[in-house]
């Protein structure tokens, strides 16, 4: 029983002497049940709506303001053409499109049979079949609002979910799983790589070496990014071969997005390494900023839109939100470069940010 007291003391003693390490105990719960609470949505919030309306009347004008009033759609687009909706489904600017027949106001003056598309984005199918089932009532409760009376008038919806038509699940989880064990295998381990060159005292010798800061990181982290591109061409070949997802886009593109996450990934874990003194603290910090943002606030399992203002806009600074979209726009809806070049700039800047602040913090400690 002595020797189990001694023990405990001495635990208890290191937790309590690494600071670093106890907050991040008592912090770690804490943040998983705020970002766990408010990320958990299945509400249908905030939906980004195209109007399609060749022939604008009071009629079309009539159901156009049901949905604008609904405060559950938000019209971004109203145009002329069905072809104008395309760049916007494939950029997810619109995620619904409500497109009118020419003859639809006329049809319905008359009480006969009037027409309309609606086009959703079934990239996440379980939110395309949501907005489907509030689409069709707010058409249906439009329906029996005309006079003369409703029996009469038939609104025939034309449905038609882009990207998935088979709403199969692995189209929408499969690329978010790539931007997931990516940033395991970059952030985490190469934090955890190089706060072990300290503990075993090997980080004396590049002290002492000729090499510079920056050669030090390129020394380190080549080798994890040659083991991401191979897991994530492994993880390409899979998602065809086993799960059936497509790849309609450019798979040049789609690799150079991907060597373009996983230096963003490993900066990061450079900069984590370089900011601690332990295995355990890096391991612990590098899960909690890396880990559950991109399981929670990348748009990987739970969508953006439902979630409230400030964790929109926390999302912004997670690279794990721009990858997932690149992934999901490539290899579901074609996308090229030209529909894609903010996020591809967005992580561009991150990637120049880490490395810029990794070195910096790299070469203080080789200055200490």
């Known amino acids: 029983m002595s020797a189990l007291r001694g023990l405990l003391v001495k635990e208890t003693f290191h937790i309590l002497r690494d600071r670093r390490t106890l907050l991040v105990l008592l912090a770690l719960p804490v ?14 919030n905030s ?75 079934a990239t996440d199918p379980n939110s395309g079949g949501l907005l489907q089932a509030y689409t069709q009532a707010l058409i249906d409760d439009y329906r029996r609002s005309l006079t003369p009376p409703a029996s009469r008038i038939v609104i025939v919806p034309q449905v038609q979910m882009r990207f998935n038509p088979t709403r199969a699940s692995s189209n929408l989880f499969v690329p978010g799983l790539m931007a997931f064990v990516l940033t395991i295998v970059s952030a985490l381990m190469t934090a955890i790589s190089l706060t072990r060159e300290k503990e075993t005292g090997t980080m004396e010798a590049l002290l002492v070496s000729p090499l510079r ?96 203002q400030p964790l929109q806009i926390m999302s912004n600074i997670v690279a794990g939100r721009w990858f997932v979209t690149i992934l999901r726009s490539i290899m579901l809806k074609g996308a090229g470069i030209e529909l894609l070049w903010r996020e591809t700039l967005i992580l561009g800047v991150m990637a120049a940010v880490l490395l810029v602040a990794s070195t910096r913090s790299l070469r203080e400690r080789l200055d200490l």
């Open 31 to 44: 943040v998983q049940v705020v970002l766990f609470g408010y990320a958990i949505r299945t509400d249908v």
């Open 213 to 308: 800061p920056w050669e030090i990181i390129v020394g380190k982290v080549t080798p994890y990014l040659v083991i991401g591109f191979v897991g994530a061409l492994g993880i390409l070949v899979e998602a065809r071969l086993v799960f059936g997802v497509p790849t309609r886009g450019s798979v040049m593109l789609l690799l150079a997005e991907v060597l373009l996450y996983i230096l963003v990934s490993l900066s990061f874990g450079v900069l984590v390494s370089a900011r601690t003194s332990s295995q355990r603290v890096a391991m612990m910090a590098a899960m909690l900023t890396t880990m559950l943002p991109n399981i929670l606030l990348s748009g990987f399992i739970f969508p953006l839109e439902s979630m409230p």
């Open 47 to 121: 939906v980004r709506l195209a109007i399609v309306d060749p022939s604008p009347d009071a009629v079309t004008m009539n159901l156009r303001n049901r949905f604008a009033g609904t405060g559950v759609f938000e019209v971004v687009a109203d145009v002329r053409r069905l072809a104008d909706v395309e760049p916007l489904f494939q950029t997810g600017a619109a995620q619904v499109a409500l497109v009118f027949d020419e003859t639809f106001a006329e049809d319905v003056r008359r009480g006969g049979t009037a027409h309309l598309q609606v086009i959703t984005d």
